[in-house]
């Protein structure tokens, strides 16, 4: 039972154009939601997070969005840049689980050409 | 800066074969994870620690143990390696409860089973 998912396997965008990538979730005690990159042979890393009581979280070019009446979350990335080429995850957690447990979902790889 | 770090970048073990991942962080964080990664199912969990010599099962157990006698050291073991175990192998931390959900990644094991 996949709690977290990210539909589109792969996005392709021009450099300069926006990236969208998108993440919905079932389990409605999830209150806290993060995005993560991950470039090949390195490990993930932190970009960006929101908490349930808000519905936006910006940091430079990234935007994250949370739709929580639709359970659905989205990242913008504003300029893309060939840089940005990475698989992008997101992740849910709840509070009362009580262990930092993360769920990510399937990832979605993204190529900015330049 | 925190620091996760894993014994070994690319391993390549025969079935049968007991194996074992170590993951040091030097944070003196409470919490650890291991996670692998398989295209198309995004990062799976596990185990998990809280504490020396505490454990969790996460949602994929099976064929699998962790051994935590120190803090800044969380070790996965592969009691008998099979071909289905072949994955991305990646290690994560965090300070405690509370502070926050960001994961600390480290930069991951590629683990062939042959």
């Known amino acids: 039972d996949q709690q977290v998912k990210q539909n589109s396997p792969s996005l392709s965008v021009q450099e300069g154009r926006i990236s969208i990538l998108n993440c919905d979730y079932t389990n409605s005690m999830f209150d806290y939601f993060l995005w993560y990159k991950k470039y090949p042979a390195e490990g993930p890393t932190f970009l960006i997070s929101i908490s349930s009581i808000k519905d936006k979280n910006e940091d430079g070019r990234f935007t994250v969005f949370l739709n929580k009446s639709a359970k659905h979350l989205s990242l913008h990335i504003v300029p893309s840049q060939p840089g940005d080429s990475a698989v992008y995850f997101c992740a849910a957690s709840h509070g009362s689980s009580n262990t930092g447990k993360l769920i990510f979902g399937q990832g979605t790889t993204l190529q900015v050409k330049p | ?114």
Not at chain 2, 27 to 37: L, V
Not at chain 2, 40 to 46: A, N
Request: proline content about 4%; some cysteine; overall charge neutral.
């Open chain 2, 1 to 114: 800066d925190v620091k996760v770090t894993q014994s070994s970048r690319y391993l390549v073990k025969r079935t049968g074969e007991k194996v074992f991942l170590e993951c040091v962080q030097d944070m003196d964080h409470e919490n650890m994870f291991w996670y692998r990664q398989d295209p198309g199912l995004g990062l799976r969990l596990i185990y998990f620690s809280y504490d020396v010599k505490m454990k969790e099962k996460g949602d994929i157990p099976e064929g699998y143990s962790v051994s935590r006698e120190k803090k800044e050291r969380f070790s996965l073991i592969l009691e008998s390696a099979s071909t289905n175990q072949t994955s991305m192998y990646l290690c994560a931390s965090i300070p405690h409860l509370g502070s926050s959900y960001e994961q600390y990644f480290g930069p991951g094991t590629r683990l062939t089973v042959t």
